[in-house]
């Protein structure tokens, strides 16, 4: 009896320190419904197909090919562990893996700066990317538009791809999708150049590098590519890719960190348009507001005229009656917060060290995307149309936060704690509010019968930083109203892109 | 009188049942004593050291602590947090040991626990955390030496939250754990007791769908808390109506992730440390009546507070079930 306690009990140890293996959700293999043929004609976000001279392959006949071929069927045929573990990883689609690869990386550079001695910050230096603070800090704004140039990118890759794919029509193995260039590897091309224009660091280089020089050959190593559709794809990838950096390089982020005079101007003016009490930072010291000037970046599907009237109305002032009630509704919360909605604060959190909630919006429409077996060359379509929604939900929440410069509610009071960290910018709009509606404006244009769960999703992301106490009900309301508005310029262009 | 109360003495000691993240202490009556951050709770000494009850006596247990640090290992780097200042915590437990025969003693423990930070705008969190029970055998006798096996096994009683370091009140991670003592009783009322064990601790669910360990995002609602192994060595002295123990233990994660400058702490963090301390139980004049006082100074950690002082008192009664004769 003893013996056989003794034995149950030591069975339970072992079961429970080797179950350290945690249930993962992963992606299933891309088997796409459609080849897209027309999608060669949908419309890029930078010119055309055509600005991208990619000379006709050799015929199928010619010897230069046969002997091509020759070599990657003797590759495929020989493959490594390694090789036909990359075959794994990779099957499940390269515009979903390379989303992902930029999650990881937005998460591992999602870190604040630390303050110096003299309680000062050093902002992160894109010239000394290893160097503390490192660059980039990927906070959600700077995520926002990281997503957005890679999700442009590989859109505008693979829609010049596909127009010189049926151009020039030439198949290496079996089914209806011609190979040259190959999708697989202008994927690479364009994505991991516009990730190593984003995270100059050594160690995401070499991350990078790897993922690409493995990327971009899988074709090959499935049996589906010659090293001449490699090769064009990967010039045409790198053309496209050096667009969308040159555009970056001028979107005005590089100003968008402000300092501490700009800050106080904005302040000024909030208070000159009648605020009473301007936001200040709760960190200890206390820390020039994230991205102040990011309401300045541009946009991809509207312009400044439209951010400015789309702005939302004034908020509540702050001796307002409406003010007091959606206060005392944070305090409640902050004292009397249920399970349930600490684990929906802590659901949308998305904070230090995460890829933010513009990644957690690319991990929602991936899942949905797989559902929906949508082919590489959709998936890139939605993930741009989504994403630069996002980044254009970033622009606009920046400028309203720092224009109206409205304070937090534990900053009016005090004695309120939060569930979650305290933002270090203005309160008024939700960020959360307004990504997430310009999101699911979107998807819901995507996937239209996911409308109700995914408004659902919106209001109870943007509800979650009530519960958490770093927001008014009116700036998680107001947010998700704009985030709409901004949502749906995205939409009408996706309507209008041959693609719908 | 004198046999009855080192029969208390023993008792008392649960500290390490619990286990729950980490906390020991040693000396025999403690209980608690958590630990920095993440961690937690304790159990009793009692399965750390080489004292026991005599059969049926039941020892009943009110235990009280407090700790805070103002310090933390992020990694093996210590370093202040001025949005944190210092973190105190606040422990209240009950803990019952009962003596089934000579040989066999069973545990029970169960804390309560509340922290609060000065500093900063996050809230401190409480509640109930886990229960341990244990057992110890003594299946080994020779001279004045004996051999003691302990196993224990510990689980969550309350929905608190695990992902909320440093303020969450534990990793609301199921435990078992085997031990084994080794008690030598020396001159002078002397003893030393050198004790060694696994702690194997299961997965916990956290509220988001992925995280970052630090080389790779996991997409996952569940997170490894890494198993521990404990070590601790005491020496006491055992006379009239005074016992006092002086300790050093140790746990030392077998896995997990180091938290990244500046980041956050996970319950998938490597939390170790080495703390020293004193243990001492007055046998008060009334009948069956102990009390006790305890403090212990965290010297070494990793990914945990550098707890500087913990501090905590206990009152301990006993019942008698023995058939009167």
Redesign the interface.
């Known amino acids: 009896m003893k013996s056989r306690i003794?034995s149950i009990?030591?069975i339970?140890?072992?079961a429970?320190?080797c179950?350290?293996?945690?249930?993962?959700?992963?992606l299933r293999p891309l088997v796409p419904t459609s080849n897209e043929p027309n999608a060669g004609t949908w419309k890029m976000y930078f010119g055309v197909a055509t600005d991208y001279a990619i000379p006709a392959p050799k015929e199928t006949s010619s010897a230069e090919y046969k002997a091509e071929l020759a070599e990657a069927q003797k590759v495929a045929s020989n493959l490594t562990a390694e090789q036909k573990s990359a075959l794994t990883y990779w099957q499940v689609g390269a515009v979903g893996r390379w989303n992902?690869i930029a999650?990881?990386l937005i998460?591992?550079y999602n870190?604040?700066?630390?303050?110096n001695e003299n309680g000062t910050y050093s902002a992160p230096n894109s010239a000394k990317p290893d160097t503390?603070p490192y660059f980039p800090f990927a906070n959600p704004p700077y995520a926002s538009r990281a997503y957005a140039l890679i999700s442009v990118a590989q859109y505008d890759a693979l829609v010049a791809t596909w127009a010189y794919k049926y151009k020039y029509n030439r198949k290496t193995n079996t089914d209806d999708l011609p190979d040259y260039p190959s999708e697989d590897a202008v994927i690479a091309a364009a994505s991991s150049r516009v990730l190593k224009f984003l995270f100059p660091g050594s160690y995401p280089t070499q991350l990078i590098d790897n993922r690409y020089e493995e990327g971009r050959k899988v074709g090959i190593w499935a049996g589906k590519n010659v090293q001449s559709d490699v090769d064009a794809a990967d010039v045409l990838g790198k053309a496209v890719a050096d667009k969308i950096i040159a555009y970056a390089k001028a979107d005005g982020t590089g100003s968008a960190g402000g300092n501490l005079t700009i800050q106080a101007q904005m302040a000024e003016s909030a208070m000159a348009r009648g605020l009473k009490t301007a936001w200040k930072s709760?960190?200890?010291?206390a820390r020039p507001g994230m991205l102040m000037k990011f309401g300045e970046v541009k946009t991809w599907n509207f312009d400044k005229a439209t951010r400015d009237a789309i702005r939302p109305a004034a908020p509540p002032a702050l001796d307002s009656e409406a003010f007091k009630k959606d206060l005392a509704e944070v305090k409640h919360y902050?004292n009397n917060i249920t399970?349930k909605q600490?684990?929906?604060?802590?659901?949308w959190?998305d904070?230090?060290?995460?890829?933010t909630p513009p990644g957690?919006w690319n991990?929602i429409a991936m899942d949905l995307i797989r559902e929906a077996s949508m082919s590489e060359i959709r998936t890139a379509r939605a993930l741009a149309l989504m994403n630069t929604a996002i980044h254009d939900a970033g622009v606009c929440c920046w400028d309203t936060k720092y224009y109206y410069f409205y304070p937090r509610p534990?900053q009016v009071d005090p004695s309120i704690?939060?569930?979650?960290?305290?933002p270090n910018f203005p309160s008024f709009t939700s960020g959360h509010a307004t990504f997430s509606a310009a999101a699911v404006s979107v998807l819901s244009y995507i996937f239209p019968s996911q409308q109700t769960s995914l408004d659902a999703m919106a209001k109870e992301a943007s509800e979650s930083r009530i519960y958490g106490?770093i927001h008014y009900r009116f700036d998680s309301e107001v947010g998700l109203a704009c985030g709409k508005k901004i949502g749906d310029f995205a939409v009408a262009r996706g309507k209008a892109d041959g693609g719908n | 009188m004198f046999f009855v109360f080192h029969n208390f003495g023993t008792t008392s000691n649960f500290k390490e049942l619990n286990h729950y993240k980490m906390k020991k202490h040693l000396l025999t009556f403690t209980c608690t004593c958590y630990l920095l951050f993440f961690t937690k709770m304790s159990l009793a000494q009692t399965t750390q050291d080489g004292l026991m009850m005599s059969k049926n006596e039941l020892c009943l247990v009110l235990n009280y602590d407090k700790e805070s640090w103002n310090q933390y290992w992020e990694g093996e780097r210590l370093r202040n947090n001025p949005n944190i200042g210092t973190l105190s915590t606040q422990m209240a437990s009950f803990m019952a040991a009962y003596g089934v025969t000579q040989k066999l003693n069973v545990f029970a423990v169960l804390p309560y626990i509340k922290n609060e930070a000065s500093a900063g705008t996050m809230t401190g969190l409480q509640g109930v955390q886990d229960l341990s029970i244990a057992a110890k055998y003594n299946f080994f006798s020779y001279g004045k030496m004996q051999l003691f096996g302990v196993i224990g096994a510990s689980v969550p009683v309350t929905d608190y939250v695990p992902d909320f370091l440093p303020f969450s009140i534990g990793l609301h991670s199921k435990t078992a754990s085997a031990r084994l003592i080794v008690h030598q009783l020396l001159p002078y009322g002397i003893h030393v007791t050198a004790q060694g064990g696994y702690i194997a601790r299961s997965k916990t669910n956290v509220d988001r769908t992925n995280y970052y360990t630090g080389n790779e995002i996991e997409y996952s609602h569940e997170m490894a808390v890494p198993d521990q192994v404990s070590t601790s060595l005491r020496i006491g002295v055992n006379k009239k109506a005074v016992l006092a123990e002086a300790f050093i233990d140790n746990i030392t994660a077998t896995s997990g992730t180091d938290i990244r400058r500046y980041d956050m702490p996970l319950p998938a963090n490597k939390m170790d440390w080495t703390r020293v301390g004193v243990f001492v139980t007055w046998h008060t004049p009334i009948e069956n009546f102990s009390v006790n006082g305890h403090f212990s100074h965290v010297i070494a950690g990793r990914n945990v507070g550098k707890v500087e002082a913990s501090y905590g008192a206990q009152l301990q009664y006993i019942l008698n079930f023995k058939k009167k004769k």
């Not at chain 1, 600490?342 to 659901?347: E, H, K, L, T």
């Open positions: 003794l009990f030591f339970s140890l072992f429970l320190s179950s350290k293996e945690v249930e993962r959700t992963s992902e999650r990881e998460a591992r870190l604040a700066p630390e303050p503390l709760l960190d200890i010291p902050a399970r600490w684990s929906i604060v802590q659901f959190a904070g230090l060290g995460t890829s957690h991990q534990n704690k939060t569930a979650t960290g305290t106490a």
